[in-house]
């Protein structure tokens, strides 16, 4: 132990070579090599910062956990504290092994504080959560609530409170618990504390109580503390009453570390809202977004959109993106119901992304504009192109991995307003009227006959070399149609087009010319131009999940991940399309799903699906035969 240091700048030479250990050595290790020594490797690190951690006697750690509201209490708590001592917080919103390491690297013998976020159970690190307390050994534990975060792994709220508590239970007995006294779980956290405890909430009980809370934008949040018969205003920045526990808790922390009530207050007026969480971004068009785009657990939106729906705003718009943490039931129902909640806080509600369609399920009724899906940003975006107009309110609300932060910079990177919506992209609050006789334009100018009462599209891809691919039988199955309708096909811009009679009515038949996972909005364009609804649609496309040769019809539904499907339903706001499923199987060689669809079939499975293809066929002109036919 004779390398233990003894001085400051001993502890800062040992501090730089640890860091730069762990930066040049551990991140070049070879994966394989990698795998077998890490887990060695880490509790090496464990140890020796351990050992460091022993020389900062005169530093308070506090460590920060619950289900939401970490990274803000932790900005919170900094600000409060840096109004009277130095200290250290930790990075970003980092939570994991890594991130208490450097916290406790980057403190000083000097420092007054350090304050790190912990999340539950280790996630993604080897070392256990306890373990990393254990190196951290905090003397304040603040623990904000509880909730689903994790439910899938963990089982149960009262499961996630156990791992949460592990913080509190860690505590010395000279320590200080700090838990939200509005939450059950977290309050029988104080069960596990051998220390002093400070309460913070709604609660008559809370030692520290907020009252007279106005989050009413577009003012931000604003609240009056209480503690002990002191009261004081606190003005915040930030955005939504949801937000006032991380606000009553960092202010409980300035108590147990001496700073009084009026210096947190003020302290808490210059912290601005934590990008990602409740943060509002001004565009140069008058535009308003409220960005919460780190995750977007179910059992946290009604909040936030209590908050919009009591907003004051020209008109209020929320952007919903994937759902997380949710307990049992189908994606579907969990999108619709949150889409209903949805619909109720805003005037428009769009959602994105892959289960984006599912909250379709919600809309009012099949013309209902006020609730829309989208494939992708990109799709969201070119619509939101000749949409959003100044004064308008949006809220967004999705995971990292969705990207939503593009739908900003699409309006804030930019010194004027954005073009008018692009004639190619899809304004799906915007149908064209035709009067009455006049003939049907396609966007080339060929003229589709007045009175097309059905659109039959196959999906597919444009070109020879996708020909006899088990993505291209819905091109296959429309040909075998044609054929039998003794329909022509001609070339034009939107695609290959047949038209044919079915019982005296005239019927599009439509090979597209876009790219299998973008055609939505062409086939929307196109059912615009006939002035047809998604019920007056049938498309044929493969399915992976039947076997070769199997054909089934579906009247209305989910997509079932087929991202052509995905893209037609955003596309029409509806999943009352009717459709033609034929099997192609799953790939039994290991070939990967993606190249498989593209790769042309072999003797046998051609024979196959090309009997499949004609009882599609045969299926579609039944399907074409029994559809009512009226016009608007």
Avoid at 2 to 23: A, F, G, H, N, Y
Avoid at 73 to 82: G, I, Q, R, Y
Wanted: proline share 5%.
């Amino acid at each position: 132990m004779d390398w233990v240091p003894t001085s400051s700048e001993k502890l800062i030479d040992v501090r730089s070579r640890v860091q730069s250990w762990l930066k040049t050595r551990l991140l070049h290790i070879g994966t394989g090599v990698w795998k077998r020594l890490r887990p060695v490797a880490l509790r090496v690190v464990v140890w020796i910062v351990s050992i460091y951690r022993l020389s900062l006697h005169s530093v308070v750690f506090i460590g920060v956990t619950g289900s939401c509201g970490k990274t803000t209490t932790k900005e919170m708590v900094a600000a409060v504290l840096s109004s009277q001592y130095n200290g250290y917080k930790g990075p970003g919103n980092s939570n994991l092994l890594k991130a208490v390491i450097r916290s406790l690297l980057q403190t000083r013998r000097s420092d007054k504080f350090c304050v790190q976020e912990f999340t539950i159970g280790g996630i993604g690190e080897a070392i256990p959560l306890e373990e990393q307390i254990a190196m951290f050994q905090p003397q304040i534990g603040v623990v904000t609530t509880v909730g689903d975060d994790h439910i899938s792994a963990h089982g149960s709220r009262e499961a996630i409170a156990a791992e949460k508590g592990k913080l509190i239970a860690a505590l010395p007995q000279t320590g200080t618990a700090i838990l939200n006294a509005d939450d059950p779980l977290v309050l029988a956290m104080q069960n596990r504390c051998t220390g002093r405890i400070l309460t913070y909430g709604l609660s008559t009980d809370a030692l520290l109580r907020a009252e007279d809370i106005r989050d009413d934008w577009p003012n931000r949040l604003s609240l009056t503390v209480m503690h002990e018969g002191e009261s004081v205003r606190v003005q915040t920045q930030l955005c939504g009453a949801h937000l006032v526990p991380n606000v009553l808790a960092a202010m409980a922390v300035g108590q147990a570390m001496g700073v009084r009530l009026q210096s947190a207050a003020t302290a808490l007026a210059s912290v601005a809202p934590v990008p990602g969480r409740m943060y509002p971004i001004e565009s140069p068009d008058g535009i308003t977004f409220i960005c919460d785009d780190v995750k977007a657990p179910v059992w946290a939106i009604p909040p936030a959109l209590d908050y919009i729906r009591r907003a004051t705003a020209k008109r209020k718009i929320i952007i919903l993106g994937t759902l997380s943490d949710y307990k049992g039931g189908a994606p579907s129902s969990t999108y619709a119901r949150v889409a209903r909640q949805a619909v109720e806080a805003a005037d428009y509600v769009f959602f994105v992304g892959q289960w984006a369609s599912r909250s379709l399920r919600a809309k009012r009724h099949a013309d209902d504009q006020a609730l829309q899906a989208f494939v992708t940003v990109d799709h969201l975006n070119g619509f939101l192109r000749g949409f959003l107009e100044p004064g308008d309110l949006v809220f967004i609300k999705g995971s990292v991995a969705d990207r939503l932060l593009r739908i900003v910079s699409a309006w804030t990177q930019k010194p004027q307003g954005l073009p008018a919506a692009d004639s190619r992209e899809l304004n799906h609050s915007v149908t064209p009227t035709i009067a009455n006789g006049a003939p049907i334009l396609s966007t080339d100018g060929t003229i589709v006959e007045q009175g097309v009462t059905q659109l039959v599209v196959g999906l597919g891809n444009p070109g020879k070399r996708f020909e006899d691919t088990p993505h291209n039988v819905g091109y296959r199955t429309l040909e075998l149609l044609a054929d039998s309708l003794q329909a022509t096909w001609s070339e034009e811009e939107l695609g290959v087009v047949a038209r044919a009679h079915v019982q005296g009515h005239p019927v599009l038949l439509v090979k597209p010319a876009t790219e299998m996972n973008r055609i939505g909005p062409s086939m929307r364009q196109l059912a615009d131009q006939a002035q047809l609804k998604a019920q007056d649609c049938v498309i044929i496309h493969d399915d992976l999940s039947l076997q070769p040769g199997v054909v089934r019809n579906r009247m209305s539904g989910s997509s079932g991940g087929h991202k052509g499907v995905q893209s037609i339903i955003a596309a029409f706001q509806s999943e009352e399309i009717r459709r033609i499923k034929i099997g192609v199987g799953l790939p039994t060689d290991g070939t990967p799903v993606a190249r498989y669809v593209l790769t042309p079939f072999d003797a046998a499975q051609r024979d196959t699906v090309e009997k499949a293809c004609r009882q599609a066929a045969t299926r579609i002109l039944e399907m074409l035969k029994t559809h009512p036919v009226s016009r608007s």
